[in-house]
Structures are given as structure tokens and as C-alpha cells.
């Protein structure tokens, strides 16, 4: 168990502030779920069930194009279930704000919809919710199973991310958690479209416990992650938590400029005493396209920023929802 430090006065408090019957909103993102969202559905109503919780299992449908629309609306009248479909593909990240947005519960629990996060640790979580923390997420116990590339990229992602950063975001953590309510709000205040769920989890503060968990692998289907989808999430994220991408080109600028008025000391004391035979031609090609290099990627990296200005500052909302319907008329899932 990895802990956060949080004084114990903080955590009686925030205890004694606990409903004694709340509502759970389970929010599950789905993309292409078709072959694993509604045994997931069953298993967290029995989890939570057992547990004599009120809840309510919102699906997130991402623009899915395969079956999984059809099988949840198959569990009419079953299961608690809202089910919500974005007008189109967003992203997970997107899903999810859409799920924290809707949410009724007192506490919220994410999860993905293909059993890789493990249903059973959530009556654990909520247990570490009732003794006080805001947040419990998931920490991986391990990255086995990933691909050597996967972990690498996350690697050097972080180390970028959180170099010179004062709010370090913990490696390895997962979506998997449970959301108090004023977690919930303090998310749905944030306005941002280029969402690095993650980051802003990490942004709002509040106290917070990470448990160890182990990850399955995908019952069915497919992961819909590929390198270049990581690498765009991994943009956002940097983008949105970390100037240090900016200032590394003010560091290699300073040292390019120092050591070229260095070097220009030398060739005017070498010139002065021994007379210059025109030598050099090398050194000067070398030095014109290390620094259009360095140029270009520069420019690459303010123009990165820039493209998230500009879909900040159009101000168009992060999503559309193009139907809601409640499963059953008397949600809430306890009979
Ligand atoms: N997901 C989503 N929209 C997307 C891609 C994924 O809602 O555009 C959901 C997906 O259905 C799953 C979760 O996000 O519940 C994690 O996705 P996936 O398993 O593909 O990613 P991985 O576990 O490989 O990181
Ligand atoms: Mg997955």
C-alpha cells in the first residue's frame, strides 16, 4: 500500500461526514465492450449488492461500433442501469468526465469495462472511503504483460512530466478508483478540454489512498491503445501539467549561445595569433543545421502548446450526448 500522508484528525472527520446509506454511481467507459459489458454489469450489481448499497451502473457508450449498445439495452428491467451514449468516438478520457458529469452517487467508482481492473477490490476501496479518504485509486503491482515499448514510453513520460514539478503525479496509478462526491464536484468545475484524467485527479487535491492491485488481462475484444494513441494522451498530459517542455529550449538555447561566443573568443585569439588560413567549412555546416535542428523543434513544441490554446479558447463543449435512458424505473439497484 502506497500512502499519501493524510493526519488521522483529517480522516476522523471527513469519516464522520459519510452517509450512512449512500449511492454508488459505478461508472464504466465503453468502447467495442460488446463480448465483456454486460457480465461486468452483473458482477458489479452483485458486488455492490452484497455489500446492501444503493447504486446506480452508469455505461458510458463511446461511439462504439460493434454490439455493446445492444446487449446493455438487452438488460432492461434487470440491472440499474444508465446507460449513456456519447454522439460519437471522444476518448476515455472524454467518457469519463461524461460519467463524473452525470453522476448522482455520494461516491463514485470508475472502472474499465473489459475486467482488467478487478471488481472485487471495490468493497476494499469503499472500505478506505468510509474511514475517510476522498480518493482510494488503483497502483499497479506490476507492469508485467506490457509491452517493453508501452513501458518505456511510460517511463520517459513521467520522468518529463514530473521533472521540476511540484505536484508530482505517481507513476503507475490506473483509472480504477473511487471518487468522493466533493472529488466529483471539484472535477466538474475544471473546464478544460484537453483532459489528462490522471493529472486532474491528482490537480484537485483532497485526501487520497493508493492501493496495490493487480491487473487481469482483457476478458474480449480488443484494446483500443495503440502507441500512437498513447503518444497523444501523452502529449495532453504534458501539455497540460508541465512548462518544462518551454524551458528546455531557453537551457539549450543559453549553453548553444554560451558556447558559440566561447568558441568565437577562440578563433579571434587563434586568428589574432597565427592568421587565419580559411579554414572551418565543416564546423560551419555542422553548426547551421544543429541549430535549424534545434530551431524547428522548438517551434515544434511552442506550436504543440499553441494547438491546445486554440481548442481551449474555442470553447466548444468536450462532448454531446446523444441519448440517455435509465434501464430500470426504480434505479438505484436495491430491491
Ligand atoms: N475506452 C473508451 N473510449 C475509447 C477507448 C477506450 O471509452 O476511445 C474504454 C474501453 O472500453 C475500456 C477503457 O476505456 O473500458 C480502457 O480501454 P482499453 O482497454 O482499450 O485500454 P488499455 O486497458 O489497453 O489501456
Ligand atoms: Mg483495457
Request: aromatic letters at 10%; a neutral charge; hydrophobic letters at 45%.
Amino acid at each position: 500500500m502506497t500512502e499519501d500522508f493524510v493526519p488521522e484528525y483529517l480522516l476522523q472527520l471527513r469519516a464522520a461526514e459519510r452517509p450512512a446509506d449512500p449511492l454508488v454511481s459505478c461508472i464504466v467507459p465503453a468502447f467495442n465492450e460488446a463480448e465483456n459489458i454486460a457480465p461486468l454489469l452483473h458482477t458489479l450489481h452483485q458486488i455492490l449488492l452484497a455489500q446492501g448499497l444503493r447504486h446506480e451502473l452508469i455505461v458510458i457508450d463511446d461511439g462504439s461500433r460493434d454490439a455493446t449498445v445492444e446487449r446493455v439495452l438487452r438488460l432492461k428491467e434487470q440491472l440499474p442501469v444508465t446507460l449513456v451514449q456519447l454522439s460519437r468516438n471522444f476518448g476515455k478520457e472524454l467518457a469519463l468526465t461524461a460519467g463524473i458529469d452525470l453522476a448522482r452517487g455520494d461516491v463514485a467508482v470508475l472502472i474499465d469495462g473489459d475486467f482488467q481492473h478487478p471488481p472485487e477490490m471495490i468493497p476494499a476501496f469503499l472500505d478506505n472511503w468510509r474511514k475517510g479518504y476522498d480518493m482510494v485509486y488503483s497502483v499497479r503491482a506490476s507492469r508485467e504483460g506490457e509491452s517493453f515499448a508501452k513501458r518505456w514510453f511510460t517511463r520517459v513520460f513521467y520522468t518529463l512530466l514530473n521533472t521540476g514539478a511540484q505536484l508530482k503525479i505517481p507513476e503507475n496509478t490506473q483509472d480504477f478508483r473511487v471518487l468522493d462526491r466533493c472529488i466529483l464536484d471539484a472535477l466538474r468545475q475544471m473546464p478544460e478540454r484537453n483532459r489528462f484524467m490522471k493529472g486532474l485527479y491528482n490537480w484537485v487535491g483532497f485526501t487520497r489512498l493508493g492501493v496495490e492491485t493487480h491487473t487481469n488481462d482483457r476478458r474480449g475484444g480488443q484494446s483500443s491503445f495503440n502507441l500512437y494513441r498513447l503518444l497523444g494522451l501523452g502529449l495532453t498530459g504534458l501539455t497540460a501539467f508541465s512548462n518544462v517542455p518551454l524551458r528546455i529550449w531557453t537551457l539549450v538555447g543559453s549553453i548553444i549561445s554560451l558556447t558559440s561566443i566561447a568558441y568565437a573568443l577562440f578563433v579571434l585569439l587563434q586568428t589574432l595569433l597565427y592568421g587565419n588560413d580559411q579554414h572551418g567549412w565543416p564546423t560551419l555546416i555542422v553548426a547551421i543545421m544543429f541549430l535549424g535542428g534545434v530551431q524547428l523543434l522548438s517551434i515544434g513544441v511552442l506550436g504543440e502548446y499553441i494547438g491546445r490554446i486554440f481548442t481551449e479558447v474555442k470553447l466548444r463543449p468536450s462532448y454531446f450526448v446523444s441519448r440517455i435512458t435509465h434501464l430500470t424505473s426504480s434505479d438505484e439497484g436495491r430491491e
